[in-house]
């Protein structure tokens, strides 16, 4: 025999993947795909509630603009909570059930010269809850130029 016949034939082993590698790359995969898109659906999440939540603030800055600009005796009538009617209010129209409540209060000890404004504003959130938020600022009185 020659050398060449002495030789064992070798079995040439199939180029590819095996089932289980394929099986075990696909879960892999999915599992990655799968945490990407839960990422992005809770980022969209928290952007449209920011969204809100900064619309909404802006309508209360707007509200508290307004009421900064009422005459002293105005805000005197005004003291304790009122409903502010916010129907025509162009800020508000696109947020969902808003409501916006204002408090005037003579600050103590300078009754006749500061008082406190509060605007709360309350909306419901695309899930459905109700929201709130506050504002507070100063309003002083003017002296009279002798």
Known sequence: MNATQRQKPRRRRKAGFSLIEV?????VAGLGFGGVLGTSFQLSRLVRLSREETRSIEAAQHVMEAVKTYSWVRL???????EFDISDNAAFSD???????VTVVPVAGEV???RR???FVTWESANGTMISRQLK??????????
């Open 23 to 27: 099986t075990l790359a696909v879960v």
């Open 76 to 82: 005197g009538l005004m003291q304790g909570s009122s």
């Open 95 to 101: 947020i969902p059930n808003a409501a916006c409540t």
């Open 112 to 114: 006749n010269r500061l």
């Open 117 to 119: 404004i509060t605007v």
């Open 137 to 146: 600022s100063f309003v002083a009185r003017k002296r009279r130029l002798k």
